[in-house]
T-cell receptor
Framework: DAGVIQSPRHEVTEMGQEVTLRCKPISGHNSLFWYRQTMMRGLELLIYFNNNVPIDDSGMPEDRFSAKMPNASFSTLKIQPSEPRDSAVYFC??????????FGSGTRLTVV | EDKVVQSPLSLVVHEGDTVTLNCSYEVTNFRSLLWYKQEKKAPTFLFMLTSSGIEKKSGRLSSILDKKELSSILNITATQTGDSAIYLCAVDQGGSEKLVFGKGTKLTVNP
């Protein structure tokens, strides 16, 4: 199993540009989570999906952030327009049962 | 507001030392507590604790949950440089599947 696959690994973009982060969960996992990690705030849950349906998006910071899961094997997190304070490592994780969380390697986003 | 607090925030020890990392929580509903190790990339799962007083062990690492004190500890004996990482504590609140994470303890083991 290749695990949770995220792309790109690194993204540097200018303020105001649109950024799209991608995630492929582990096959058979029915829940998918997007987290953001910063030194100041640690790991924060942005949104999670169960069976491709968004269940809780209360962690999405602003309308500039949106996430989709069009099918069981793919999800995107989009930031439009991006701002310097969005700079962080964004993790995707998937699970099929509580405690079976598997994290991807993350996307390090830098907005200049 | 649900929260998970870890202490210390950082710790520097020498190889061979024993360390104890702490995690306390205040959540509306508690289902389980999880420990993760994060090196350069993704957090990797260490333990899940659901029952108070029962120790989970894996090699030199062990963890125990105290539901009365709303806390958990992670012990690492005979530390090695490869134990250097950020150790994250998270609580599963039940109801929803989201985990509430602490900010982590950064452990540095020097040779």
């Amino acid at each position: 199993d290749a695990g949770v696959i995220q792309s790109p690994r690194h993204e540097v973009t200018e303020m105001g540009q649109e950024v799209t982060l991608r995630c492929k969960p582990i096959s058979g996992h029915n829940s998918l989570f997007w987290y953001r990690q910063t030194m100041m705030r640690g790991l924060e849950l942005l949104i999670y999906f169960n069976n491709n349906v968004p269940i809780d998006d209360s962690g999405m910071p602003e309308d500039r952030f949106s996430a989709k899961m069009p099918n069981a094997s793919f999800s995107t997190l989009k930031i439009q327009p991006s701002e310097p304070r969005d700079s962080a490592v964004y993790f995707c994780a998937s699970s099929w049962d509580r405690g079976s969380y598997t994290f991807g390697s993350g996307t390090r986003l830098t907005v200049v | 507001e649900d929260k998970v607090v870890q202490s210390p925030l950082s710790l520097v020890v020498h190889e061979g030392d024993t360390v104890t990392l702490n995690c306390s929580y205040e959540v509306t509903n508690f289902r389980s507590l999880l420990w993760y190790k994060q090196e350069k990339k993704a957090p990797t799962f260490l333990f899940m604790l659901t029952s108070s007083g029962i120790e989970k062990k894996s090699g030199r690492l062990s963890s125990i949950l105290d539901k009365k004190e709303l806390s958990s500890i992670l012990n690492i004996t005979a530390t090695q440089t490869g134990d250097s990482a950020i150790y994250l504590c998270a609580v599963d609140q039940g109801g929803s599947e989201k985990l509430v994470f602490g900010k982590g303890t950064k452990l540095t083991v020097n040779p």
